[in-house]
């Protein structure tokens, strides 16, 4: 079974050892339910807690508390209309602008009645566009107003800050929206015209800050709250990956992730046992002993080191044959590149990927090979157009290679052309019956187009699809476990769990079933600590699994610890095998910092597990 791992909201992922590495490969495909809600929302732990399982995020609908609305007349808030609701935590009464009583009480309502009339007339102009003649009344009811009444002057600073933004002046909008929460911390208009000023002043910690204050207050009902919080993630993840990314100690995957990487090739000459000819006569005679390559060739001692599982090695062998143009340089460009991916090394696999793809005089299933690998890698950068041309020139010069069908039925799904994908898939089956992987994967592609469709017949022959795969093909563990996505968004939880049994059953050591299964006990039974369980198992198998870590860090976010769960996205972080996984990591890990300081600065916590 192949590893597979959560994506991005928008995008089901062909989840594969290659779909979170950049290298391609068969593999479980991230379920249909994913929704619209974007991932930051998991770190965030979104005002109701959230899990991301088998694909798929699942919600636990917990009642929001509505707080009544209070105070007003403050001007140049966002319009109350389906875009935005009258915002929780707003400028209130209770907070102290009731009547003052004792001496020099007739004086204190005087000076604030003088405030609030010169608020009025500010707003006046401020609905007539005069926004420099708004200032000058809002000051005025600032230098007015009791310095007690900190409701009205948190109000009137507010209102000046509005001005402000309509002059693009967003120093003094921050300046102003930070005076209003001083005085009202949990003013809601204040603190998401400070996020907004923030963005413009480019300074995206403090935004981010501000604008989970607000998710939280709003309890994530906000949409524009809730899509600046997800933009300023972007940026902020992208910016931190492209650092680290670029100065990162290239990591080996574990070795059953290399495995599941190469068993989704079937016409891969570089991932195939050594040959006969390749091997020592005396060796042929030493089966469970170590190898001893017959040529000096650095290419077949890599091939050894593979079959002896001796990966570290491999990149520094197919550089001898390289370096030494031997007989088999094009096999040891193509392997060096591979290797080069599975580490996290695109830069260096694509001038390797470069000269396989142009050795007109090489086999054509090494060109093959390694134009699928590249359209791979062009995927996991975002780079559609190219994937594409990758893999349809694979198809021109190898039209009976059926790795070449099953790898970019996976790019379809990616890009949501599932016909496309089922022709494809249908395409490999018709070249190799026997690919169970393609025949799994055509029945979860047919299967999320029935979902996203929401065609209940189609479902039906979906899941009966499933069935007659894994009764045709029971050692196949994709099955089962694609089987089980599909089982967990029908609700069919008992089944599903069976089904995620038997991959274990067939594979002990995929650290991603234990992974799913785990998030399956928590949407199934709400069992934290035989999910937890789970989780800690899957790590304990492979310590290298990044889908383990990321998942736990998530889970942490909703249990409240924080700590802990930013120490697990760390951990996840450079285990990542590209710079766009590691960008989502840290939009993750961003997140459950911001909710950390709003916990500190304003004592805003989402409800937890």
């Known amino acids: 079974?192949?590893?597979?791992?959560?994506?991005?909201?928008?995008?089901?992922?062909?989840?594969?050892?290659?779909?979170?590495?950049?290298?391609?490969?068969?593999?479980?495909?991230?379920?249909?339910?994913?929704?619209?809600?974007?991932?930051?929302?998991?770190?965030?732990?979104?005002?109701?807690?959230?899990?991301?399982?088998?694909?798929?995020?699942?919600?636990?609908?917990?009642?929001?508390?509505?707080?009544?609305?209070?105070?007003?007349?403050?001007?140049?808030?966002?319009?109350?209309?389906?875009?935005?609701?009258?915002?929780?935590?707003?400028?209130?009464?209770?907070?102290?602008?009731?009547?003052?009583?004792?001496?020099?009480?007739?004086?204190?309502?005087?000076?604030?009645?003088r405030a609030q009339a010169a608020k009025n007339k500010g707003n006046k102009y401020f609905k007539a566009g005069k926004y420099e003649q708004a200032i000058q009344c809002y000051t005025e009811a600032i230098s007015l107003c009791p310095t007690e009444k900190n409701v009205d002057l948190s109000t009137f600073y507010q209102n000046r800050a509005?001005?402000?933004?309509?002059?693009?002046?967003?120093?003094?909008?921050?300046?102003?929206?930070?005076?209003?929460?001083?005085?009202?911390?949990?003013?809601?208009?204040?603190?998401?015209?400070?996020?907004?000023?923030?963005?413009?002043?480019?300074?995206?910690?403090?935004?981010?800050?501000?604008?989970?204050?607000?998710?939280?207050?709003?309890?994530?009902?906000?949409?524009?709250?809730?899509?600046l919080a997800d933009k300023v993630l972007k940026l902020l993840g992208k910016e931190k990956a492209k650092e680290k990314y670029k100065n990162r100690e290239p990591l080996m995957p574990s070795p059953q992730f290399i495995k599941s990487y190469f068993s989704s090739f079937t016409d891969d000459i570089i991932s195939q046992p050594m040959l006969k000819g390749e091997k020592s006569d005396e060796d042929k005679d030493k089966e469970g002993e170590a190898l001893e390559v017959k040529e000096n060739s650095g290419y077949l001692k890599a091939k050894q080191y593979m079959e002896e599982e001796n990966y570290d090695k491999i990149i520094s062998e197919c550089?001898?044959?390289?370096?030494?143009?031997?007989?088999?340089?094009?096999?040891?460009l193509l392997l060096r590149?591979?290797?080069?991916?599975?580490?996290?090394?695109?830069?260096?696999?694509?001038?390797?990927?470069?000269?396989?793809?142009?050795?007109?005089d090489a086999n054509v299933k090494l060109r093959a090979n390694a134009l699928i690998k590249r359209g791979s890698m062009y995927m996991q950068q975002q780079q559609?157009?190219?994937?594409?041309?990758?893999?349809?020139?694979?198809?021109?010069?190898?039209?009976?290679?059926?790795d070449v069908y099953h790898h970019r039925g996976q790019l379809k799904i990616l890009l949501d052309q599932v016909e496309e994908a089922v022709a494809d898939f249908d395409e490999c089956i018709r070249l190799r019956p026997e690919s169970a992987l393609a025949q799994a994967?055509?029945?979860?592609?047919?299967?999320?187009?029935?979902?996203?469709?929401?065609?209940s017949s189609q479902i039906q022959a979906a899941m009966k699809g499933f069935e007659e795969v894994i009764k045709k093909f029971p050692k196949c563990a994709e099955g089962y476990a694609l089987y089980a996505q599909a089982l967990t968004d029908q609700q069919q939880f008992g089944k599903a769990d069976e089904m995620y049994d038997k991959c274990i059953d067939l594979e002990p050591d995929n650290a991603t079933t234990y992974v799913?299964?785990?998030?399956?006990?928590?949407?199934?039974?709400?069992?934290?600590?035989?999910?937890?369980?789970l989780i800690s198992k899957a790590i304990e198998i492979d310590n290298k699994c990044d889908f383990a870590y990321e998942t736990m860090g998530t889970i942490e976010v909703q249990r409240g610890n924080m700590e802990k769960a930013i120490d697990m996205f760390n951990k996840a972080i450079n285990l990542a095998k590209s710079e766009m996984e590691m960008a989502h990591l840290y939009s993750l890990c961003d997140a459950a910092h911001a909710q950390t300081e709003v916990a500190k600065k304003y004592g805003l916590k989402p409800p937890t597990l």
């Open 1 to 113: 079974m192949a590893a597979s791992k959560p994506v991005e909201a928008a995008v089901v992922a062909a989840a594969a050892p290659g779909s979170g590495s950049g290298v391609g490969g068969g593999g479980a495909t991230a379920g249909p339910g994913t929704g619209g809600l974007p991932r930051w929302q998991l770190a965030l732990a979104v005002g109701a807690p959230l899990l991301l399982g088998a694909g798929a995020m699942y919600l636990w609908s917990r009642q929001r508390r509505r707080r009544e609305a209070g105070g007003g007349g403050d001007v140049g808030g966002l319009k109350r209309n389906s875009e935005r609701k009258t915002p929780e935590g707003r400028a209130s009464p209770a907070l102290g602008s009731g009547h003052p009583e004792g001496p020099g009480a007739h004086l204190e309502m005087n000076s604030l009645d």
């Open 162 to 227: 509005a001005a402000f933004e309509q002059l693009q002046k967003w120093k003094e909008v921050a300046q102003d929206c930070t005076k209003a929460v001083e005085l009202n911390p949990k003013y809601v208009k204040a603190l998401f015209r400070r996020a907004k000023a923030h963005e413009k002043l480019d300074n995206k910690k403090e935004c981010l800050e501000d604008v989970t204050a607000v998710c939280i207050l709003e309890g994530f009902q906000n949409q524009q709250s809730m899509l």
């Open 319 to 332: 550089s001898k044959e390289i370096d030494a143009q031997g007989k088999y340089m094009a096999e040891a």
């Open 337 to 360: 590149a591979t290797f080069y991916l599975l580490i996290g090394n695109a830069n260096a696999a694509k001038p390797d990927l470069d000269k396989v793809i142009s050795l007109k």
């Open 384 to 402: 559609p157009l190219l994937s594409t041309q990758d893999f349809n020139m694979a198809a021109d010069i190898d039209p009976q290679n059926a």
């Open 441 to 455: 994967q055509k029945c979860f592609a047919l299967y999320r187009q029935a979902y996203t469709g929401n065609n």
């Open 516 to 533: 799913h299964k785990g998030l399956l006990q928590l949407q199934w039974k709400q069992d934290l600590d035989r999910g937890l369980e």
